[in-house]
């Protein structure tokens, strides 16, 4: 069992920045890959991006490649989400969740609340 808070959310105007973070606790935070999504009032959730257990490989959706980044300090327990050039269409709830292997593919098994992104033109 993984707990994750989402946190660092808010209302930022377009070209601004935010990083958001996410805390895991209740299992050991190094065993898990890591993925950012989010999901805009209306629409369906969409992969932002992901990292992998050591942090060394990242891999990001083609609308935010180049202005999001995604790192994480296993020793704080916490993966963050680097956020700059921000679009109004960037507005939307951001997730964060473990990725872990089963039946021969990976599964993001455990998301945390969600922290909501509001960006204004």
């Known amino acids: 069992q993984v707990q994750l808070v989402e946190s660092g959310g808010g209302l930022v105007q377009a070209g601004g920045s935010l990083r958001l973070s996410c805390a895991a606790s209740?299992?050991?935070?190094?065993?898990?890959?890591m993925g950012w999504f989010r999901q805009a009032l209306g629409k369906e959730r969409e992969f932002v991006g992901r990292i992998s257990r050591s942090g060394d490989i990242t891999y990001y959706a083609d609308s935010v490649k180049g202005r999001f980044t995604i790192s994480r300090d296993n020793a704080k327990n916490t993966v963050y989400l680097q956020m700059s050039s921000l679009k109004p269409e960037d507005t939307a709830v951001y997730y964060c969740a473990t990725r872990s292997a089963s039946s021969g593919t990976f599964q993001y098994k455990y998301w945390g609340q969600g922290t909501q992104v509001t960006v204004s033109s």
């Open positions: 209740g299992s050991t935070f190094s065993n898990y890959g």
